[in-house]
């Protein structure tokens, strides 16, 4: 089997390395994020060979991270608290092809006590391609 070149990670106007990630996520990046002038932040992800399945489309696990990751973000923006994924939903709705811009939003649908509530969807080059929802249980920060 040969292995495909990646291609350049080169994100759109607006989007910076993101260069906090914790190790799963830097392993399986490069991400970019951008904080659109509404408030509303972005995720993103250039989409490369290693990412996708055997028929060349980005594989569902590596959508699934993705999704984990805007929704994630969308709590700890939201509640100023860390949480830990509880239970998610993703509707993966379109295929995408390595080289595709896959970039996605989340915000917080809601708080209960020390849980939370948030939903998130994604695109590629501008196609929208997944929905998600999440459950966290939250924790104070460190």
């Not at 993101?18 to 996520?25: C, E, I, K, W």
């Not at 951008?34 to 569902?60: M, P």
């Not at 939003?105 to 929208?128: I, S």
């Amino acid at each position: 089997m040969t292995v495909s070149a990646d291609v350049p990670s080169n994100p759109p106007d607006g989007f910076i390395h993101s260069a906090s990630r914790g190790p799963y996520t830097t392993h399986n990046g490069p991400y970019f994020h951008k904080v659109a002038e509404d408030g509303r932040f972005w995720h993103g992800l250039r989409v490369q060979h290693r990412h996708c399945n055997v028929h060349g489309s980005l594989h569902g696990g590596m959508m699934s991270a993705f999704a984990d990751g805007l929704l994630a973000t969308a709590v700890s923006r939201g509640t100023k608290r860390r949480g830990v994924t509880i239970r998610m939903v993703c509707d993966l709705i379109g295929a995408v092809d390595a080289g595709a811009w896959l970039d996605g939003t989340a915000w917080l649908d809601g708080q209960e006590g020390e849980m939370a509530y948030a939903g998130a969807e994604a695109f590629a080059d501008g196609r929208l391609v997944f929905t998600a929802s999440g459950v966290f249980r939250t924790f104070p920060r460190r």
